[in-house]
């Protein structure tokens, strides 16, 4: 079974305070994602990566980056925290499988930012 | 831009109601649909997929069929259980493995 573990369920920071989401996947996948899930709004794309060293904007990359020095591992980073990043993070790998393929999603990082 | 829009939740059934979540989207070119499922404490999990016009995606009892004219990709079981208490989101995959969500929808269902 594909895993994709996220390196914290719950998190609390202050205002300002630089902040690390991990994320690792366990197959190999070569597509991997950072996504905010916000009640009315669904998920939506921060960053995503192709190949190590490689990452794409998403649609709301505004006070993030990430970092792909493996494969297995992208990381989320909050340069300065800020309130209104308070929200669930999920990471999520992709494996192609036909003409569409399945992303694989962690368990989800809840971010509380004070 | 692609778009999918989900009916408003929260839906509220009692175990062995037929269940029907509408989902509809906007996009160029011929997307695949998907429906994914989220239990309380985890993170998604995919449920059924389809690929091109009129494919019916199924799994664990849940169907959806594509449908190009309507530009929809309604989730619907027969019999819904305790069990199914999650929340679903329908999307779509244009191009790069890249998914667009929809708001999700809250499904409760009673004993």
């Known amino acids: 079974d594909v895993k994709v573990t996220q390196s914290s369920r719950y998190l609390v920071k202050r205002t300002g305070e630089k902040v690390f989401l991990e994320c690792v996947q366990d197959?190999?996948?070569?597509?991997m994602f950072w996504y905010r899930q916000d009640p009315g709004l669904g998920l939506r794309l921060i960053y995503f990566?192709?190949?190590?060293?490689?990452?794409e904007k998403g649609d709301i990359p505004e006070g993030y980056s990430v970092s792909r020095e493996k494969k297995e591992r992208f990381s989320l980073i909050l340069e300065s925290a800020s309130t209104n990043q308070t929200s669930m993070y999920l990471c999520?790998?992709?494996?192609?499988?036909?003409?569409?393929?399945?992303?694989?999603f962690g368990p989800g990082t809840r971010l509380t930012v004070l | 831009g692609d778009s999918v829009t989900q009916m408003e939740g929260p839906v509220t059934l009692s175990e062995e109601a037929f269940l029907t979540i509408n989902c509809t989207y906007t996009?160029?070119?011929?997307?695949?649909l998907f429906w994914y499922v989220q239990y309380p404490g985890e993170g998604l999990q995919l449920l059924l997929k389809?690929?091109?016009?009129?494919d019916k995606g199924s799994n664990k009892g849940f169907e959806a069929t594509y449908r190009k004219e309507t530009t929809s990709f309604h989730l619907e079981k027969g019999s819904v259980q305790v069990s199914d208490s999650a929340v679903y989101f329908c999307?779509?995959?244009?191009?790069?493995?890249?998914?667009?969500f929809g708001e999700g929808t809250q499904l409760t269902v009673n004993p």
């Open positions: 999520a790998s992709y494996r192609t499988s036909g003409r569409a393929g399945e992303q694989f």
């Open positions: 197959m190999d996948h070569e597509n």
């Open positions: 990566s192709y190949d190590v060293k490689m990452k």
């Open positions: 996009a160029t070119g011929y997307p695949s």
């Open positions: 389809a690929t091109k016009a009129d």
């Open positions: 999307a779509l995959e244009t191009s790069g493995s890249r998914l667009t």
